[in-house]
């Protein structure tokens, strides 16, 4: 007798490793989740629920062209025979395929309150009504003329579609989202005829590449429209692979209200993003002050969207306003593409844009060929019964007898006659009505009808060209249904591509205001409201002076040059006001104690600047490389103790001046020296004794200009510098005459003082 303890009436208990119950049971609801739930069939498009409704309406006679039925009656016969799970569930599948801001094309005919665009939901099943909308009976077309296999219900009492006869391409039409184990799905909308003229296309030319059916198909039609900014190669790849994403955003324009002012209208909104939460949103960042660029929004949406969008002030430039709401809102959303679907109706694999068509193709050819010899085998039958009704007029009066006085009539005919049991049956069965010679008339003919019939449905059977031709046809059909031209074909979403210009959002947050920047010679700085030019009532602390000011605006980049050869970068906005004496530059950023600032200066995009040290090496480096991201700055120019930094200067000209502290100048052009973002660079001018002194570019054409102490302007031509010129390198000759006693060209950058 087992030592294993019994459970009543079960037997003996088998232990099984945890693990191994675990990963067998975890494996099978993964696999129930993935067929039977989340993943739609790529011949379909469906996935069960959806199917199973469309079923049971259609099962229900409620047909395009009847009249509605109660949704409640509706989820019931649903749940009863084809669902077994929540009525909830199957509701809210059901709304889903009846509203037309979700499905782009809608297989339900809805009735009453199905939700809008706000997220406000469907009323309770009991109040609503539906049937199906004329697209589901495309997919629906010739089910019952065997063109798919039917399995057993839940309860083994009925049958259901295993899928779909599909005349329509509903996968990509329609797109299809879901969530399921360790695999998820979300697939686009596309435009009906875009779809068509590809699948057209693929038919004629079987080899298509991906690259050429995006020519057909450039993008989704969301039913909320939208533009779709996404580059076109992120497009083709996304198609190509199965997984990316499409950028898309929110429809705008600009309505003047006339001396300047205006305001943003938002006509369409990203898919699936419900508009008064978007708008909550929007007041939430405008309460935050995190859209200084927007004063006001409202909903003024009735049967279309309007939302309207008042800038804080008339000055705000348009693009800048919608580019901050684009990026901070969802007025712009990523709806990313993942092919994940199921092919055959059972293998989860991720399809190419090519692959998801080619499959769809193949499920109407094999729907063609099982309708025709589900066609072929009725036509048979019928021909073997006119056969027989045939021979039984042309016998007619021994049939009769046979009828009146054989005890078996049946057995009888099919012996004198050589008949089938088919036949024979047919011929006990005629009514004496269909005697007449007219019947007989009606008989030929329609065998003959069905004769020609079979003939080409032999044929069909026979050929591939045959089908293909018979499959385009259809395809033709349902392009001229969904044509463009029709208010339900018509292309919603458009295409778009980003503002051209740099837009610095954090920038545009900053109202755009006159300043004067001012720097003193103990290194303090400050930033006084306004373009000032006078000066001399500016003060600072005792034992300090005025070095250097500039103007500039709020939105500006200050870019502080070290004899460290590091570049420091401060915010304008962030300098601290002018009614004090300001703060130490060295509490703004991390400058070591034994350097000091060099020069200070407006950072201007895209511009190119000279940088040397006092040993007489430099380069040229792009302006637009020296913005230093943190409080330590970013070295540029390398340099050695004891040589310092000692200028940066604009290049300007195609010519370069240098002097040295010997007062020896030397003039070359600008070509010999190294364009580079970080370094030593080479050697611009030797000096015997000393070191750089100063350096200047100019054009060739117009001369080299100084200006002395006393504040008059020189300028030599190219003739008159004919002894200066050389080469880099060089050591150079003795300075002009009238050359300033400081050994400077004078200021370099705009500035008022220093």
């Known amino acids: 007798m087992s030592d294993k303890p019994i459970l009543p009436g079960k037997g003996p208990i088998e232990p099984v490793p945890l693990r191994q119950a675990l990963e067998e049971r975890y494996l099978a609801y993964a696999l129930s989740t993935i067929m039977g739930r989340a993943l739609p069939d790529v011949r379909d498009g469906l996935k069960p629920v959806h199917r199973r409704i469309l079923y049971a309406m259609r099962e229900l006679k409620l047909n395009p062209d009847s009249a509605y039925k109660k949704c409640a009656k509706i989820v019931g016969e649903v749940m009863g025979n084809y669902h077994p799970h929540g009525d909830q569930a199957i509701y809210d599948a059901l709304v889903r395929l009846a509203q037309d801001f979700m499905v782009r094309y809608p ?24 049937r199906l909308a004329p697209t589901s009976s495309l997919l629906l077309e010739a089910i019952d003329e065997d063109t798919v296999d039917f399995k057993p219900t839940y309860d083994g009492s009925n049958q259901e579609p295993v899928v779909l006869p599909s005349a329509f391409p509903n996968l990509l039409a329609n797109g299809s989202s879901g969530i399921a184990v360790g695999m998820a799905t979300n697939i686009p909308p596309h435009n009906a005829e875009e779809l068509c003229n590809a699948l057209l296309h693929l038919i004629k030319h079987p080899n298509a590449t991906t690259q050429k059916l995006v020519e057909f198909i450039p993008g989704p039609d969301f039913p909320t429209g939208g533009v779709v900014v996404e580059p076109r190669e992120q497009i083709l790849e996304a198609y190509e692979t199965g997984r990316g994403g499409f950028r898309l955003r929110a429809k705008w324009e600009k309505e003047d209200l006339g001396r300047g002012g205006y305001q943003i209208v ?66 712009e959303v990523r709806f990313g593409l993942n092919m994940n679907v199921l092919s055959a109706g059972q293998i989860p694999s991720v399809l190419s844009l090519r692959e998801v068509l080619r499959q769809w193709l193949e499920h109407r050819i094999e729907a063609l060929i099982r309708r025709s010899q589900f066609r072929l085998k009725k036509i048979e039958h019928r021909l073997e019964v006119l056969d027989g009704y045939l021979i039984a007029f042309l ?30 049956e047919a011929i006990l069965n005629l009514r004496l009505r269909a005697l007449s010679k007219l019947e007989e008339v009606e008989i030929r003919a329609e065998h003959e009808r069905l004769s020609a019939e079979r003939e080409h449905l032999l044929a069909l059977l026979a050929s591939e060209d045959l089908q293909w031709e018979h499959v385009a046809e259809e395809i033709k059909k349902t392009r001229e249904l969904y044509s463009k031209k029709t208010d339900i074909g018509r292309r919603r979403s458009t295409f778009g591509e980003e503002p051209d210009i740099e837009i610095d959002l954090e920038q545009a947050f900053v109202e755009k205001e006159p300043i004067t920047v001012v720097f003193s010679d103990k290194g303090w700085a400050r930033a006084m409201k306004g373009h000032i030019t006078d000066l001399s009532r500016v003060d600072f602390k ?96 390398n340099v050695a103790e004891p040589d310092e930094a000692r200028l940066v200067i604009p290049v300007t000209g195609d010519q370069i001046a240098t002097v040295g502290e010997n007062r020896r100048m030397l003039v070359f052009t600008t070509d010999e020296i190294n364009e580079m973002t970080r370094g030593k660079g080479v050697i611009l001018q030797r000096f015997k004794d000393g070191g750089l002194a100063d350096a200047r570019t100019f054009e060739a054409a117009v001369g080299l200009t100084w200006v002395d102490s006393a504040g008059r302007t020189f300028t030599l031509s190219m003739d008159d510098l004919a002894d200066w010129v050389g080469i880099r390198a060089q050591a150079g000759r003795n300075v002009p005459p009238r050359f300033p006693r400081s050994t400077s060209f004078g200021p370099v950058f705009d500035n008022l003082a220093g």
């Open 107 to 130: 297989l339900v005919d809805g009735q009453g309150n199905f939700g809008n665009i706000d997220g406000d939901s469907a009323a309770a099943m009991r109040y609503t009504e539906a």
């Open 266 to 331: 938002v006509t369409e909104v990203p898919y699936q993003v419900q508009k008064s939460k978007l708008v909550e949103r929007i007041a939430e960042l405008m309460t935050e002050r995190k859209l200084p660029l927007l004063g006001d929004v409202r909903d003024e949406s009735a049967e279309e969207v309007r939302l309207v969008l008042e800038p804080k002030t008339r000055l705000v430039d348009p693009v800048v306003l919608m580019e901050s709401l684009f990026r901070l809102t969802d007025l």
């Open 395 to 424: 016998n007619l009066d021994e049939v009769i007898r046979i009828v009146r006085y054989e005890d078996e009539p049946k057995q009888a005919l099919i012996k004198r006659f050589k008949l089938t049991d088919v036949q024979a």
């Open 542 to 637: 005792q034992g300090d002076k005025l070095r250097r000011t500039f103007h500039a605006h709020t939105t500006d980049k200050i870019l502080l040059f070290t004899t460290s050869g590091k570049f420091y970068t401060l915010e304008a906005k962030e300098l601290p006001g002018g009614r004090g004496h300001g703060e130490p530059v060295r509490l703004m950023v991390d400058l070591e104690d034994n350097h000091d600032i060099i020069t200070a200066f407006v950072h201007q995009p895209g511009r190119k600047l000279l940088v040397a040290s006092t040993a007489g090496y430099g380069f040229i480096v792009p302006e637009d490389e020296v913005i230093a991201s943190t409080r330590k700055g970013k070295q540029v120019l």
